[in-house]
């Protein structure tokens, strides 16, 4: 404890024994040790606080069996629980229960059963609302007018809905608490302000954006009008924000919640306390969700240290980090490494809470997906039906939790090659997250199990294909992709930070090439020109500028009624984003380059992209001829790119795949595709090639031998990759003397022209 909280903490408990005792005489003592205990509790001194209420208990007359025994029962079932002994604290809980049911304590009885609904929220939610419900209900019969209270216990109820995943129940609840809040005189801000931000985050969970953003801006406002100087208010307030962010996928701006909220304590210099501890977790939880492992494995060790150093090898905080850290490993595939520690945590939490518990459930999955990923499915599978049995029971059947364990099923049963059971479990995680096609997006639990679980099924199907050569199976696979297409399309509307815009778009990029992938080759085994065209709207929805813009432009240009400024406006805003996409290239190119400069030049990237955007929307709201000119075509068919071409033009579109480049050749009468292999070194290849063309006129030191050893080169870099990428190409260019190219990702800095 530091100097400045024992002194606090002392000068508590001066107080209170004094008011204490000059209230009523203490023989025994006991009065003086449920006073100290009381103190130490909300010194969050949790041993302390159970151990003095032991002390008062001991006090008591054996056989004396008042009201007050029995609430310092509870009392020491709230401190047990607190110190994460569950067992023994239900053991007070229900015997305080007995008791004060007996003595017929109406008062006491219910704050005991709104305690206990606290104790089993985060093990039997079920019985955890049954016991809210009955407090409530006790409450409102006892105290007909005390709104405050009958508040207090229906926030109670509602946070336990929320843990049970009835937002609909709490949206109920929520709504009471401020309808009874509007008729107090005067208005109560604090319990104002938590109603109009716990509404706002259940609102989150429904998918209703616009009502949960209407009651944070409330709750924000109250907060910063009259708790402006309350920092630990405001540390909390933004630290559960940054949890109902990473609930909705918004991990970019969640991860400017986290690192304000560590900052707050390391520039007081504490990074070992207990609240630090949790903060720098946090912020290593949310770099591992955006798969950035190396970023949370550098707060995840901290935290260890920490943790072992206060709490000691077999404390479940240090539990809880030796499984951050073994899963760490794990997604850095340092198999070996992470094994050991994901046992030691397991064994900790089985030893606190038995086998039967949602915490060594977690690890019992982590430790399965290990074996599973060393190619030990078997000897993963008892693990993983373990955790899935165990959550299933405990959880219910709708929970992100859930939908893991069954995703983590999947992933085994498609290891040994049973490709059938693989989806089935995979379609069961779909549903843990409320999924259900005829209801679509808006009930879903949490988007990103849901991406999870059909990007694995259409992996298995994929899988299954290569083994089967069963085209039916590519139809599978490639309609999920068309369910996936939709779901990140109804989420990113929601995202709020362009940080995680990016990185839903990253991730949406392999699952289009996944699916350019299956559709090409459904064109190719059937030769039905439907999936050449849905490969190509796969396609150009990898880009974040429409592809086709080159085939319309010079048409367009001569067509009137377009204000000058705007067409300026569009032709450099269009520049812009071109020259940024030439120094976000290059600058990726620098093995040396500072990561935040990365970062900070890919977001005015993404900035500079949607400002275009807005500019082609404006001129589709307020000159739609135009418009339709120029930009809109209709991605979904090939049949308009072969409309716009002449009978002397031809039409190239690449998209870089891992290992190949698929290439769509459109002319005025054919459609179709072409594979390049992708066994060279393309990025550092075209990298020389430019240097070579502006590095002479760039040195500030020219001469005959560098200009030589420059055009060498280039000679033979422009060569090389004209074989690669456009030699194969040739035969579909015989009488065309226009070639238009839509590039992908580097190939954007590959000046054609000069190869």
Known sequence: MSPKRSIVLFLLILQQLAVAQSLQPDPRGMVSFNVLGDSFFQAQEWEQARIHYEQA????????????????????????????????????????????????????LIETMAQISVHLSSTDPVNAIAYADSALARARTLFPNDSLRIIKYLFQLADRYRTAIEYEECVTRYSEVLNLLERLSPTDSFLLFNAHF??????????????????????????????????????????????????????????????????????????????????????????????????????????????????????????????????????????????????????IFSNYFGDDHVYPANVSSNIGNVYNLMGQPMQALPYNLAALNIRRNKLGPYHEDLSRDYQLMGDIYSNLQDYASAIRYYDSAAMATKYLPETGFEPVISHHRLYQSMEKKAHAYDLWYEVSRDLELLKEASEIYQKIDAMTDFVRNSFKSEG??????????????????????????????????????????????????????SRAENFGNIPGKLRADITIQRQRTSELEKQFFELQQNKTADSEKIDKLEGQLFTARNEY???????????????????????????????????????????????????????????????????????????????????????????????????????????????????????????????????????????????
């Open 198 to 347: 716990r509404l706002g985050g259940v609102l989150c969970r429904l998918d209703r954006r616009a009502q949960s953003l209407h009651q944070y801006e409330i709750a924000e406002k109250l907060l910063l009008e009259k708790y402006s100087q309350d920092e630990k208010l405001l540390r909390n307030f933004y630290q559960d924000v940054a949890f109902l962010l990473e609930d909705m996928g918004d991990f970019g701006q969640a991860l400017e919640y986290r690192q304000r909220y560590c900052d707050y304590f390391f520039t007081r210099g504490d990074s070992t306390s207990f609240e630090v501890s949790r903060a720098m977790n946090n912020l290593g939880l949310t770099h591992e969700r955006r798969g950035e492992y190396e970023q949370a494995m550098y707060w995840y060790q901290k935290v260890l240290h920490n943790n072992r150093r206060i709490y000691g090898p077999v404390s479940i905080y240090t539990a809880f980090l030796l499984n951050n850290v073994g899963n760490i490993y794990k997604h850095l595939g340092e198999y070996e490494k992470g094994l050991p520690l994901l046992k030691e945590a397991y064994k």
């Open 500 to 553: 995680s815009k990016r990185f839903l778009l990253h991730k949406r990029r392999s699952i289009y090439e996944d699916a350019v992938a299956d559709l090409t080759t459904l064109h190719e085994g059937t030769g039905d020109t439907f999936y050449f065209d849905e490969a190509l709207r796969f396609s150009e929805k990898t880009r974040s500028i429409l592809l086709f813009e080159a085939l319309l432009s």
């Open 613 to 755: 955007q807005r500019l082609i929307e404006v001129v589709a709201s307020n000159h739609p001829a135009y418009f339709n000119l120029k930009y809109q075509v209709d991605t979904r068919s090939g049949q308009d790119a072969q409309a716009l071409l002449s009978d002397d033009q031809v039409f190239l579109e690449y998209l870089i795949g891992s290992d190949r480049i698929t290439v769509f050749i459109i002319s005025s009468e054919k459609k179709m595709l072409i594979h390049l292999p992708l066994d060279f070194p393309l990025r550092q290849w075209i990298k020389e090639l430019r240097e070579s063309i502006y590095g002479y006129v760039l040195s500030p030191q020219k001469s005959r031998a560098l200009f030589d050893s420059l055009q060498a080169v280039y000679v033979d870099r422009a060569q090389v990759i004209y074989d690669k990428v456009l030699r194969p190409i040739e035969p579909y260019l015989v009488n065309k003397s226009t070639i238009i190219i839509s590039p992908d990702q580097e190939l954007n800095y590959l000046p054609f022209a000069t190869l």
């Open 57 to 108: 208990f001991t006090k008591l007359d054996s056989g004396e069996d008042s009201v007050l025994k029995q609430v310092i029962q509870r009392k020491i079932a709230d401190a047990l629980r607190m110190e994460s002994k569950f067992e023994l604290a239900s053991e007070y809980y229900f015997r305080a229960l007995q008791g004060l049911k007996a003595l017929e304590a109406e008062e006491e």
